[in-house]
């Protein structure tokens, strides 16, 4: 006899249902119950368990990928959540690789679940195994007749909004793309698409949302929008029923018949026997089983209840399962050298660096950025996060398939804070040059490593200091005022050059010292003109040579005296009037 002893060992095995020959079930045993009812003799042990997609369910995970198929994604997550336990066919029609895609915060078959949604692919357990994907091969239909081997047969039509169209945004080719559904969907029957009709009557606007999938452009908009139209209008139209064929299962097409008595009438008009019982056949649809319920006793009786689309449908309908939403996450960032030289970076989450993962290339928020008629790129505020640096992530609308760097944040070990009265305000580049605010004094300090520095200190005064040389160009003028005294001092050398011309103005006293020898050089014609005196001393010797005449002319006297003689030499004739 079973006991609750020997029975609990059956918990998480395996338990294998054979409702006919080829009709199998395999699911997971969670749960055991003993129970005892009063009045009643006897016990029963009740098992309770799911099929083998329970394997996936085994946690909450984070995960990502980079340039890989969704075939490869889901059957490495498979692998790892049931590893060769879970039988699967993974064969979806979206073949093409995707750049990136996150499992966030969700078990393993929820992820798959979102997968199928945002793809609008077919995914279904069979009782064997987990399809991913419309299978390549048909199974072998089976018939069931209406008053044989079912009974309680239902067709229903429903209208449901089925109109959407949508947006997205391709930041490469920084280009808006839109789409809309067309007004047809393959693979309905009449009554599906007398439902599609109404439906579209009823609910005549269209939806506008932005798209599943972060890019693409119209063509590939629209195609995934139709797919999703064709998901909405999946059970537009769909059938439920009781019946005692065991053969049925999740996947099964079946072509449904009714068979009624004939009437005398009809018999008469037949040629037939008119004493006799005679049917006739009338063909109802084609369907694929989409849920089913399976009933049996100990007695040997059976019946089962599905739900079954028309087998021709292009899409199930979609898995009712949300979508994650991304909360802000610090990152570090791996690589700054965008190969598209858009000042990209990619960054590892801290849940990244555990797995060796990393995101694709992500844009920069800045406070200012954009381009303008004079600047083609980089207008704005340029900062690119360095290599180690952490960064804040955000995800638009809240997607983690994007990411975007949000900002940059120091830690213990990188962060000095602006001091005790938070009055430095400062940016720092990697090679050293500073720009440091100081709020005390309200003073700015440009600094690079060489010892370059512009000082502005609050009180009105600046300091420029640089430890080699300072080049002032102009390519029209320069005009340096002050309000009281210039000085200049040089160490060695002053040289000053004009290209034409160069005047000086002296208010009252011009004064010039020279500690060796003093020498002008006059190309041309040099004039003094003086309105007062003039007086010229030397304290050795004074030579004036001229190559040619010399005059000396005054309204006045001329003087001259000397302590010893005065000498007038000639070469030729000397005249004194």
Not at 169 to 185: D, H, I, S
């Amino acid at each position: 006899a079973f006991t609750m002893q020997n029975a609990q060992n059956w918990l998480g095995k395996v338990v294998h249902i054979q409702l006919e020959k080829h009709n199998d079930f395999l699911g997971i045993i969670t749960n055991i119950q003993y129970t005892q009812e009063l009045g009643h003799v006897g016990s029963q042990i009740v098992l309770t368990g799911y099929s083998k997609t329970i394997l996936l369910e085994s946690g909450q995970k984070l995960h990502s990928w980079e340039d890989t198929t969704l075939q490869d994604m889901i059957r490495e997550v498979i692998k790892q959540g049931a590893d060769e336990q879970l039988q699967n066919d993974i064969q979806p029609e979206f073949t093409h690789k995707i750049d990136y895609q996150t499992q966030y915060a969700e078990t393993d078959f929820q992820y798959i679940q979102r997968l199928a949604k945002t793809y609008n692919e077919w995914l279904f357990y069979d009782g064997e195994k987990l399809f991913f994907g419309k299978p390549k091969k048909e199974g072998k239909r089976i018939k069931l007749t209406y008053n044989k081997d079912l009974y309680n047969l239902n067709i229903s039509v429903q209208a449901t909004a089925s109109q959407f169209s949508g947006f997205t945004y391709n930041e490469t080719y920084n280009k808006l793309y839109k789409a809309q559904t067309q007004n047809k969907v393959e693979g309905l029957p009449m009554l599906g698409n007398q439902a599609f009709d109404a439906s579209e009557r009823l609910y005549s606007t269209p939806s506008f949302e932005y798209g599943r999938i972060p890019t693409g452009d119209e063509a590939f908009l629209e195609t995934l929008l139709k797919k999703r139209q064709e998901a909405a209008m999946a059970d537009a139209n769909y059938i439920t029923a009781t019946s005692s064929n065991n053969h049925l299962r999740i996947g099964t097409i079946v072509e449904i018949e009714s068979t009624q008595a004939l009437s005398p009438a009809e018999a008469l008009a037949k040629g037939l026997n008119q004493n006799q019982v005679h049917y006739k056949t009338e063909g109802i649809g084609t369907y694929i089983i989409t849920e089913i319920t399976h009933k049996a006793t100990d007695i040997g009786e059976y019946e089962n209840s599905f739900k079954a689309l028309p087998a021709f449908i292009k899409k199930l309908p979609e898995p009712q399962i949300a979508f994650p939403k991304a909360e802000t996450q610090q990152a570090i960032v791996i690589d700054n050298a965008d190969p598209k030289g858009n000042g990209r970076i990619r960054v590892k989450m801290l849940w990244q660096q555990t797995k060796n993962l990393r995101t694709p290339w992500l844009r920069v928020m800045t406070p200012d950025a954009g381009t303008s008629g004079e600047v083609s790129k980089n207008r704005g505020m340029v900062f690119i996060p360095e290599v180690g640096d952490h960064v804040m992530l955000g995800f638009r609308y809240n997607d983690p398939n994007r990411p975007f760097v949000m900002g940059s944040l120091f830690n213990g070990t990188t962060g000095a804070g602006g001091q005790s009265q938070n009055h430095l305000k400062s940016i720092f580049t990697r090679g050293g040059s500073t720009i440091t605010f100081n709020e005390l004094e309200t003073s700015i300090l440009v600094k690079d490593p060489s010892g370059n520095t512009w000082f502005m200190d609050g009180a009105g005064n600046i300091s420029v200091t640089a430890p080699n040389d300072i080049t002032l160009n102009a390519g029209a003028n320069i005009t340096m005022t002050a309000g009281q005294n210039i000085t200049t001092t040089a160490a060695l050398n002053i040289s000053e050059s004009a290209g034409v011309n160069k005047a000086t103005t002296v208010g009252a006293l011009n004064t010039m010292f020279v500690g060796g020898d003093s020498m002008m050089n006059v190309m041309g014609k040099l004039t003094e003109m003086i309105e007062g005196d003039m007086i010229s001393e030397t304290k050795k010797e004074r030579n004036e040579v001229s190559n040619e005449e010399m005059n000396i002319q005054s309204t006045g006297m001329i003087n001259k005296h000397s302590d010893k003689e005065i000498q007038n030499n000639s070469a030729e004739k000397s005249k004194q009037f």
